[in-house]
């Protein structure tokens, strides 16, 4: 009886969730973490309550983005005073601030009310997996990442190679042509030798 | 004499003038009328008639439209809240809702938002449920998550999971900066 009593009682806590953004697409986990600023994922949620947790983003360094997007994607700032319009490509500006491509993401999937400053100081990002102690101390649960982030082959172990179902081999007699070998060489460098 | 109020004295001093001659009806009654509904007003707007019969049809208008507009706010805040009660039981809100209609249980959203937070082991029950009836039923196989290591043409985003919103397809290749 006591105990169904103190369980109810961590449904208002507030909890530290870790995302981890390697090799994830920053817009779409953007849209994600923005919901657990908020609180969107519980049960008791609204939009007057304060029931949001906060969030804890590392690797921030690694995210991914697809095509040309590295190059093409720009993220304008306007100072307000004459000439200070800037556009920055998103390599430039990774570069410079590995951070500021995901929080720039999650205040813009948030709306724009009066409560986005504060639940944006919930969030906190850094670029590898160096946190903080007392920030890693308060982490309790883990945000599942938004892509597979799928296996490179040299990070496939001998055992599942040899353990992946083959379903034939050609045989010992069968010739397979070196294809660097057979390479077309260069018949006018040859002749000016 | 003694007098109570502002308002008393002024509807003496006007009763004076009437008998004085200056027939000005007495227009207290229906100013009181108005400044009832505007004493938590800000400003001019409980104080100064023009202004305050303006601020208090604006507010009666909007009184009578939001009391539409509040079924359909709390109906919004009823689904966003099963929505995250479902996430938590890895199900979504249209099937599971579809479901239940199919199999005639008749709550509505209204009871389902207090059961999924003050009956959280009620609430599993009725998802698991939905999760074996949703099985049962013939759309899941047009949809079924293909297993790995099977290359699709058709649907191939569609079959990812169940209405899940992951819109880059699989052949879409990723690049890092760092």
Request: hydrophobic fraction near 40%; include cysteine; proline fraction near 5%.
């Amino acid at each position: 009886m006591a105990h169904n009593r103190v369980v109810q009682w961590s449904t208002m806590s507030r909890i530290w969730w870790l995302y981890d953004a390697k090799y994830q697409c920053p817009f779409r986990s953007a849209r994600i973490i923005a919901g657990y600023l908020q609180g969107q994922h519980k049960p008791i949620y609204h939009a007057l309550s304060d029931v949001g947790d906060h969030v804890v983003v590392i690797n921030s360094r690694h995210i991914a983005m697809r095509e040309e997007l590295w190059r093409t994607f720009t993220f304008s700032y306007h100072t307000g005073y004459a000439k200070g319009f800037s556009r920055t490509p998103a390599w430039r500006l990774h570069s410079m601030e590995p951070t500021m491509m995901i929080e720039k993401a999650v205040y813009s999937n948030m709306p724009g009310f009066l409560l986005r400053r504060k639940y944006m100081r919930r969030l906190h990002i850094y670029p590898d997996e160096e946190v903080p102690p007392e920030i890693i101390g308060n982490v309790c649960d883990q945000i599942q990442q938004i892509q597979k982030v799928p296996k490179r082959l040299d990070e496939y172990t001998a055992e599942e190679i040899q353990a992946f179902p083959k379903l034939f081999d050609w045989s010992e007699e069968y010739v397979i042509e070196n294809i660097s070998a057979d390479k077309p060489k260069d018949t006018v460098k040859a002749a000016k030798k | 004499m003694v007098f109570l109020s502002r308002q008393v004295y002024g509807r003496l001093h006007r009763l004076r003038k009437m008998h004085e001659g200056i027939t000005h009806p007495d227009r207290t009654n229906k100013k009181n009328f108005i400044f009832r509904m505007t004493w938590h007003f800000y400003g001019r707007r409980r104080n100064c008639y023009t202004i305050a019969i303006r601020a208090a049809q604006k507010m009666l208008q909007r009184a009578s439209k939001n009391r539409h507009q509040k079924k359909i706010n709390m109906k919004a805040l009823w689904v966003q809240r099963i929505t995250a009660a479902l996430q938590e039981h890895q199900f979504e809100y249209t099937p599971f809702m579809s479901v239940l209609s199919e199999a005639d249980v008749q709550l509505n959203r209204k009871v389902l938002h207090d059961i999924c937070i003050y009956e959280p082991r009620t609430f599993q029950s009725l998802v698991e449920f939905a999760k074996q009836r949703y099985n049962e039923m013939g759309l899941y196989d047009a949809v079924a998550p293909v297993p790995p290591g099977i290359m699709t043409r058709s649907m191939s985003w569609y079959k990812k999971g169940l209405f899940t919103g992951s819109a880059l397809p699989d052949w879409c290749v990723l690049y890092i900066w760092s």
